[in-house]
């Protein structure tokens, strides 16, 4: 391995470091909340939970290996629902596609809920650009986009922001006087909002599943705006992954058991939405239109492949819950859409060439705890993909985060007993004095921080050496 | 347990030879974890081997991603193993590596089938005591409260591998639980020096959290967590706890 060709050192710590103790202190305390209520939810009262992540994780692992043929049945029922179904190969197209479906209705104003794949594609600024008004209105997104900020967690995406943070947007928008009361600061966004579902003239939404068997799409929200985002304006586009696809409604019921409980702690959601097309003669409500878009953006590149099993994922954010980098750095801090271990897979496998080169440093920022795979309602292996893309990015020669240790004399002196003991004798003779003011940046930043571990005075293979001899005598 | 992990399946009876694996923190800075693991067979009843030409089981690379380098240390290590019939390590990362990690370090490569079979004669110490041997107390007497810390990589093992119960049963030892034991050091390997910061930001976080309910000893089963908070506490004035390998306190609850 040649590492000197290993150019462009990334520094990720510069992005952590200018997160400020609040925003940390939030991430942390409501982080703790989430990994103690899902432990009760799916540990405690789900009998068997172990087993049922198997089995969904085999059921899903199903899908994505049939995905081919699940893919079309899928769109078969949708069509047959009267849904238009559409095939967006990456961002560009699928930013095109639903400004086309947006220009050609006329729309004005789109009243937006929550989706991480229009985040995936930067959807918002692609519809401003086109001259059009994107107002999301999911409680948490709502405030990312009075803030002009980045949604920090896939679940909860103002889980940086503490009420009083809430309380001052609000009161800086216009939207409420400052009040710190999580209920009179929910009513003003509720009073506010109301008039935007009834004035859009498309709902964008994402989609949690789709039922290949019914052509049914299925979300899983806890504030009510997506029904009325998906029902109230005469156009409804839903967006999401390839991957989402379920088999069967059967399967649909183990995956919803699992979803929840391990996103939130819920046994449920507060709303479980079945969208089986649109507005059909004689309904009292929905739209008069709806489309689906299925975006790609390199997930085809996964199947088959060393990361296939990352597309079982259900999107739950339990694994950016447990994460202790994620608590550390906050979901800001990866500099990447979607945050956490998911987020450290997913962010250089999407998207292309590019993606892969701009995030090579993610899969990196980890320590490998495990914790992820630990939660994960689908059991992914997420540390054998962290390791291996490490692998892949060594090979490619991609930028890595500072201080790559020079591994060729390391396995030089790991392969060779006698050098390794004079070395170590050295160490032990000589102290780190000389290797204390190494000019490597990172070393030394680390020491900072950090002191090193002292040398023994007798060696372990001295004193074995000693009682080996003591016993033969 | 990780679903991608070999379990361990060979054992060995009292009097037979037990191979002690040291792990090269011990080899370099912490002679008396490997003092403490021999104490500890031996009063088991097993003879200790200890092969001199060990050196590194090849993790630090492997996490970093260079495998061709890891892959030379790893076949150095197969090799020195390839007569030991039970291998023992004081350490959840080391044996996690060649449980978890040389699977995947060989795939396709012909030292798959070897690497494998190593994977199956490996146990970590506490997982050793408590699932080979079966045992559940350790007949020791130690005064002092003690939080434990099970090192991360354990989950690539067998997570529940007894250091608690076997703490506990001591006699005089109270053992009390973190909040959030779940939560990594922090350490990581190379991690801790290619983001210094965030490794701290997870230290301190873990040794506040052991810290809480005020115990003597910090113990963990691996002393890349114990490097890692030792060297964070000497720099941040007012943690007191003594930082060690779990051994070292079912060694020294024994009589002398």
């Known amino acids: 391995m040649k590492q000197s060709k290993r150019v462009g050192v990334v520094d990720v710590e510069a992005i952590g470091i200018g997160k400020s103790e609040s925003s940390r202190a939030s991430v942390r305390s409501a982080s703790e909340k989430k990994v103690v209520s899902r432990a009760m939810a799916l540990e405690a009262e789900v009998e068997n939970s172990a087993d049922l992540r198997l089995e969904a994780a085999a059921r899903r692992q199903h899908v994505i290996d049939h995905l081919d043929e699940y893919l079309l049945a899928a769109e078969k029922s949708m069509t047959d629902n009267g849904i238009q179904v559409h095939w967006a190969a990456d961002q560009e197209e699928a930013q095109q596609l639903v400004v086309k479906l947006c220009h050609d209705a006329g729309v004005k104003r789109i009243a937006k809920s929550k989706s991480m794949v229009s985040e995936e594609i930067h959807l918002n600024g692609a519809l401003e650009a086109a001259g059009m008004e994107v107002v999301e209105t999911d409680l948490g997104e709502f405030v990312v986009q009075l803030d002009n900020d980045h949604p920090s967690h896939i679940v909860t995406p103002i889980i940086h922001k503490s009420r009083k943070d809430v309380a001052a947007t609000f009161a800086r928008e216009g939207i409420s006087e400052y009040n710190e009361d999580p209920e009179a600061l929910t009513m003003a966004a509720r009073r506010h909002l109301r008039s935007v579902f009834m004035s859009a003239d498309c709902g964008i939404t994402g989609a949690n599943f789709i039922v290949a068997e019914t052509g049914r799409l299925v979300t899983v929200s806890n504030e009510g705006n997506l029904r009325l985002t998906s029902n109230t304006p005469r156009l409804h586009i839903a967006m999401t992954g390839i991957e989402k696809i379920v088999a069967t409604e059967a399967d649909l019921a183990l995956l919803l058991k699992l979803l929840a409980r391990s996103a939130t702690g819920q046994s449920l959601t507060v709303y479980t939405q079945f969208l089986g097309g649109p507005r059909a003669s004689g309904d009292p409500d929905g739209p008069d239109a709806m489309h689906v878009i299925l975006l790609d953006n390199g997930r085809t590149n996964l199947l088959g492949g060393r990361y296939r099993e990352m597309l079982r994922c259900i999107r739950c954010g339990a694994c950016l819950n447990v994460c202790p980098v994620y608590r550390a750095v906050t979901g800001h801090g990866y500099g990447s859409v979607y945050p956490g271990p998911m987020g450290a897979i997913f962010s250089p496998l999407l998207g292309g060439e590019e993606s892969r080169r701009k995030y090579a440093y993610l899969p990196k920022a980890s320590s490998l705890c495990g914790a992820c795979e630990e939660v994960c309602p689908v059991a992914i292996p997420i540390p054998k993909m962290l390791v291996a893309l490490r692998e892949e990015s060594m090979r490619m020669h991609m930028p890595g985060p500072g201080g790559t240790p020079p591994w060729a004399p390391w396995s030089m002196l790991a392969t060779s007993p006698g050098i390794w003991k004079v070395a170590l004798e050295s160490g032990r003779a000589i102290g780190w004095g000389p290797a204390r003011i190494a000019p490597v940046a990172a070393f030394q930043r680390w020491l900072q921080h950090h002191d090193l571990p002292a040398w023994p005075r007798q060696s372990f293979r001295s004193w074995w050496k000693k009682r080996d001899a003591e016993s033969d005598s | ?256």
């Not at chain 2, 991690?191 to 701290?200: D, K, L, N, Y």
């Open chain 2, 1 to 256: 347990m990780s679903t991608e992990s070999i379990k361990p399946t060979a054992r060995q009876k009292p009097g037979g030879a037990v191979h002690l694996m040291l792990t090269c923190l011990c080899d370099a800075f912490y002679p008396e974890v490997g003092m403490a693991a021999v104490r500890i067979l031996e009063h088991r009843g097993y003879k200790v081997a200890f092969e001199a030409n060990q050196t590194c089981c090849a993790q630090p690379a492997f996490n970093h991603g260079d495998w061709a380098a890891a892959r030379k240390v790893a076949r150095a290590t197969l090799k020195v193993f390839r007569d030991a019939e039970v291998l023992v390590t004081p350490s959840g990362s080391c044996a996690a590596m060649i449980r978890w990690g040389f699977p995947q370090l060989f795939r396709g490569e012909p030292e798959l089938e070897e690497a494998k079979a190593l994977g199956s004669r490996t146990w970590e110490l506490m997982e050793f005591l408590a699932l080979h041997e079966g045992l559940e107390a350790w007949p020791g007497k130690w005064e002092g409260r003690v939080v434990l810390h099970k090192s991360c990589h354990l989950r690539e093992l067998q997570p529940h591998n007894g250091s608690d119960l076997l703490l506990a049963s001591i006699k005089g030892l109270e053992l009390v639980g973190p909040k959030t034991p779940e939560q990594c050091c922090g350490f990581g390997g190379t991690f801790t020096v290619s983001f210094p910061w965030t490794s701290q930001e997870m230290g301190g976080n873990k040794l506040r959290d052991l810290s809480t309910t005020g115990p003597d000893v910090i113990a963990s089963t691996d002393m890349g967590c114990v490097m890692h908070l030792r060297g964070m506490a000497a720099k941040a004035p007012g943690v007191s706890p003594r930082l060690c390998h779990v051994a070292e306190i079912l060694a020294e609850s024994l009589a002398p």
